[in-house]
């Protein structure tokens, strides 16, 4: 079964979700935006055992304590990205643009394509690129669970900034329909910031993207 811990992190309130599979164990970390010792700590508190790391996209928020988180780690973690992103990440996600250094981070290991199957345990989870927000940004749709990780794309009544380099509103717009709106009305829709939504309330209620 899937476990699902959500911890507000950092200087802008980043969503990060840490899960598991209960049943084995076996822990990931959805964008790891701050305090990789504090995220760490709560997976060990649950006997849970973080070997991958997974990003929706490398803007600094969401990517500020993967150093630290990984340093915790007794093995190195699987880092999932979008190549798109690659050089985002390698430019600690622009945290300079807003005065901050991040702490030093491995490279990313697994390149994300979209649909594409990441396992956590006997959990699926299909990734689906979703640039707009970023070039690289990507979702994490568990269709077992009812769930979509949804980074920076959409929000409760909401969607993600287009004005920072790299960002497109048209594109942006299009992923929204083709890649969120395509999922079922029940499907939960957990974002990077802000409380967690449904596929029907944005698809009825979104005042930026009309189904």
């Not at 915790?72 to 300079?96: C, F, K, M, S, V």
């Not at 499907?187 to 189904?211: D, I």
């Amino acid at each position: 079964m899937l476990k699902i811990v959500t911890l507000s992190l950092g200087p802008v309130a980043t969503n990060v979700y840490l899960i598991a599979d209960s049943d084995t164990g076996e822990a990931a970390v959805i964008d790891p935006a701050w305090d990789g010792q504090l995220i760490a700590a709560e997976a060990s508190r649950r006997n849970w055992h973080i070997g991958q790391l997974w990003i929706t996209h490398a803007h600094f928020d969401h990517i500020g304590g993967a150093g630290d988180l990984a340093r915790t780690l007794d093995t190195p973690p699987i880092i999932a990205l979008h190549p798109d992103d690659r050089q985002l990440w390698e430019n600690q996600g622009g945290a300079a643009l807003f005065g901050y250094k991040l702490p030093a981070s491995p490279t990313p290991t697994l390149n994300l394509v979209h649909s594409m199957n990441l396992r956590l345990g006997g959990i699926v989870f299909e990734v689906r690129h979703t640039p707009g927000h970023t070039p690289g940004h990507c979702v994490f749709y568990c269709a077992q669970a009812g769930v979509c990780f949804c980074g920076d794309l959409i929000f409760q009544h909401s969607v993600g900034r287009t004005d920072l380099p790299g960002g497109d509103w048209d594109v942006l717009a299009k992923s929204i329909r083709l890649q969120i709106y395509s999922l079922p009305d029940e499907t939960r829709l957990l974002s990077g910031h802000g409380p967690e939504t449904t596929v029907e309330q944005e698809k009825n209620g979104n005042p930026f993207v009309h189904a």
